[in-house]
T-cell receptor
Framework: KNQVEQSPQSLIILEGKNCTLQ??????????LRWYKQDTGRGPVSLTI?????NTKSNGRYTATLDADTKQSSLHITASQLSDSASYIC??????????????FGKGTKLSVIP | NAGVTQTPKFRVLKTGQSMTLLCAQD?????MYWYRQDPGMGLRLIHY???????AKGEVPDGYNVSRLKKQNFLLGLESAAPSQTSVYFC??????????FGAGSRLTVL
C-alpha cells in the first residue's frame, strides 16, 4: 500500500532559527514528490517539486532534498519567519499508466514560528 | 485568472439536509478532485474526475455524490448530511503530472 509518513507532527521554533521537516514514502512507482504549504484557513500551495533525478531544489529560504534510494525527502527552512507558520504537506505522485496518476498525501507537519 | 473557486465558503446544515458544493476552475484542467480535511487526518480523497462526464470514487466516497457535466465545474453533493461530514472540503485541479491547484476551502458544519 502506498504510504507517506511525515515527521514531526508538529514543531515550534523561534523566529530566525532553521528547521528540517521529514517525509518518508513507500510509494511505487515514483513519479515526483511535492511539498505544499498550507496557511491556516487556506488551501495548500505548492512550494517545490522533486523528480527522480533531482537531489536538491531551492525556493528562496526553502530547500527540498530527495533520496530516491532510501525514499526520503526533507524540507529545510532557513532563517524562519513568522509567516512560515503553516502546515507543510508532502505529496508523492505515482504513474499508473495510460496517463493516469495517483497522489498520496502525508498528514502534514504543523510548524509554529514564535517571536 | 481566478484559478480554483469554491462556493460556498461556509455552511451550516442540520442532520438530514442536503446541499451541493460547487468547484469551478478556469485553467482548462482535465483532472479535478474533492478532498476533505479533518484534524490529524490530513487530506483524504472523496471523489475525482479525469475529464468532463467522468467521475470516480476516492478513499472516502460514502455519503457523497459528484458530477462533472462541464469541464470547468465539479460538484460535490451531500444528499442527507450527517455530523460525521463536518469538515473542511477542498477542491483541486491539475493537468497531467503538474501541480495541484487548490481552492480556498469550504467549511461545512452539520448539527
Amino acid at each position: 500500500k502506498n504510504q507517506v509518513e511525515q515527521s514531526p507532527q508538529s514543531l515550534i521554533i523561534l523566529e530566525g532559527k532553521n528547521c528540517t521537516l521529514q517525509c518518508n514514502y513507500t510509494v511505487s512507482p515514483f513519479s515526483n514528490l511535492r511539498w505544499y504549504k498550507q496557511d491556516t484557513g487556506r488551501g495548500p500551495v505548492s512550494l517545490t517539486i522533486m523528480t527522480f533525478s533531482e537531489n536538491t531544489k531551492s525556493n528562496g529560504r526553502y530547500t527540498a532534498t530527495l533520496d530516491a534510494d532510501t525514499k526520503q525527502s526533507s524540507l529545510h527552512i532557513t532563517a524562519s519567519q513568522l509567516s512560515d507558520s503553516a502546515s507543510y504537506i508532502c505529496v508523492v505522485t505515482t504513474y499508473s499508466g495510460a496517463g493516469s496518476y495517483q497522489l498520496t498525501f502525508g498528514k502534514g507537519t504543523k510548524l509554529s514560528v514564535i517571536p | 485568472n481566478a484559478g480554483v473557486t469554491q462556493t460556498p465558503k461556509f455552511r451550516v446544515l442540520k442532520t438530514g439536509q442536503s446541499m451541493t458544493l460547487l468547484c469551478a476552475q478556469d485553467m482548462n484542467h482535465e483532472y479535478m478532485y474533492w478532498y476533505r480535511q479533518d484534524p490529524g487526518m490530513g487530506l483524504r480523497l472523496i471523489h475525482y474526475s479525469v475529464g468532463e462526464g467522468t467521475t470516480a470514487k476516492g478513499e472516502v466516497p460514502d455519503g457523497y455524490n459528484v458530477s462533472r457535466l462541464k469541464k470547468q465545474n465539479f460538484l460535490l453533493g451531500l444528499e442527507s448530511a450527517a455530523p460525521s461530514q463536518t469538515s473542511v472540503y477542498f477542491c483541486a485541479s491539475r493537468s497531467g503530472a503538474n501541480v495541484l491547484t487548490f481552492g480556498a476551502g469550504s467549511r461545512l458544519t452539520v448539527l
